[in-house]
């Protein structure tokens, strides 16, 4: 029996299949775009790994499902910024409508928002 240098006999998942898994599910609610890719290259290393066998193969159908919703939400983003450049493109009018809204007062309205919320928290 050959030596278990690289601890693989173990059976445990690979942080880096957590990381990527974490970071699919994050892509959709929160960071879209960097999520989805730091998910596709968190798996890619993952199964490289698992390929190579410094890491267990407990974590290989993780790190396939966080590669493709990974690259599912990369492919969504994408379209998504497709489809509205074309729009821009076709009715340039929308960028007019954005420029009839007043942002200059934005900034300091979020910033009396949160400071109330704080106000708020503090009093209860």
């Known amino acids: 029996m050959e030596p278990d240098l690289y601890n693989v006999r173990k059976n445990n998942i690979g942080s880096l299949a957590i990381v990527s898994l974490v970071f699919a599910i994050l892509s959709f609610i929160l960071c879209p775009f960097?999520?989805?890719?730091?998910?596709?290259?968190?798996?890619?290393?993952?199964?490289?790994?698992?390929?190579?066998?410094?890491?267990s193969e407990s974590g290989r159908v993780m790190s396939l499902i966080s590669l493709w919703l990974g690259i599912v939400n990369i492919a969504i983003i994408l379209i998504i910024i497709i489809l509205i450049l074309i729009g821009i493109s076709f009715f340039p009018e929308i960028l007019d409508w954005f420029k009839r809204f007043d942002h200059s007062g934005d900034i300091n309205v979020i910033y009396r928002l949160f400071v109330n919320s704080f106000a708020v928290i503090a009093y209860i």
């Open 34 to 55: 960097i999520g989805g890719i730091i998910a596709v290259i968190c798996a890619s290393v993952e199964l490289s790994s698992i390929k190579r066998g410094v890491a």
